[in-house]
């Protein structure tokens, strides 16, 4: 474990020292994030304006919600993104190959090995919009309560990342420029409404078999009306459920890779 940390902390000096390489894409990425937070804040303050309650959720509530889902989205650019972005090209120049004769995991190598420095900055600007809605909700939380919820967070980004590698590893197999990248766009949008307005097999779904609903809205739902027993079951049991499943995926697709020499 230790051998691991001090070499994801070599990942992270590195990228920091490129990024500042390219000082005008570095400030672009974090104007273009911005953006992004300003559209999807927008969003729902309109819906507000013209109903009190979205998916049982009132305004301040959802604030909170919102508030999550900018730190799960900034940690998942930050740590993932441009490692998910290059693993198909990867795995099609046969690049793998320099990472499976390596003393350590090809999948923690190729998943973690690309630090998003820019992104970093929009994690600090994520995390300063998620303490200004806790500290704004009307009724105090305990520390207890926003720890758990802090904690649960970090789960739902495992279950994201596990969620994008079922449509990446794929590439194994199809020898696409990006694997199923575009369908886990598509269904990624959900991650970042709330549970409460699907019904039917619909919120069956979301919450399964194709968990998005459950990255941001359980830990959401946990602060705000308590960290029951079956909630907690229901979200540690299917993020250790899909990481298995990408483990599993992982090692089905290193049998089926053509490496470069082959």
């Not at 441009?82 to 320099?98: E, F, H, R, S, T």
């Amino acid at each position: 474990m230790i051998r691991y940390l001090r070499l994801y902390a070599h990942f992270v000096r590195f990228s920091f020292s490129r990024a500042m390489e390219f000082r005008l894409d570095f400030t672009f990425r974090i104007g273009m994030d911005m953006l992004w937070y300003l559209v999807n804040w927008s969003f729902f303050w309109i819906l507000f304006k013209h109903t009190p309650l979205l998916g049982g959720w009132t305004y301040d509530q959802m604030v909170v919600f919102v508030g999550g889902v900018f730190v799960a989205d900034a940690i998942q650019m930050t740590v993932f993104a441009n490692n998910m972005w290059w693993l198909p090209v990867a795995i099609n120049k046969g690049d793998i190959d320099y990472h499976l004769v390596r003393p350590v995991s090809s999948l923690f190598f190729l998943s973690l090995r690309e630090f998003a420095a820019n992104s970093f900055i929009n994690l600090i600007m994520a995390a300063g919009i998620l303490v200004w809605a806790l500290a704004r909700y009307p009724s105090p939380f305990g520390a207890a309560a926003v720890a758990t919820y802090l904690a649960l967070l970090l789960v739902g980004v495992v279950l994201h990342y596990s969620m994008q590698m079922w449509f990446l590893i794929p590439t194994f197999w199809m020898h696409t420029s990006s694997g199923l990248r575009e369908i886990f766009w598509s269904v990624d949008q959900f991650s970042s409404r709330p549970h409460g307005i699907y019904i039917g097999w619909v919120r069956r779904l979301l919450t399964s078999l194709l968990p998005c609903a459950l990255i941001v809205s359980f830990p959401t739902k946990a602060l705000l009306e308590g960290a029951t027993p079956g909630l907690l079951a229901h979200l540690l049991g299917v993020t250790a459920a899909a990481f298995g499943l990408t483990l599993l995926l992982w090692k089905l697709g290193l049998r089926a890779y053509a490496s470069a020499s082959s």
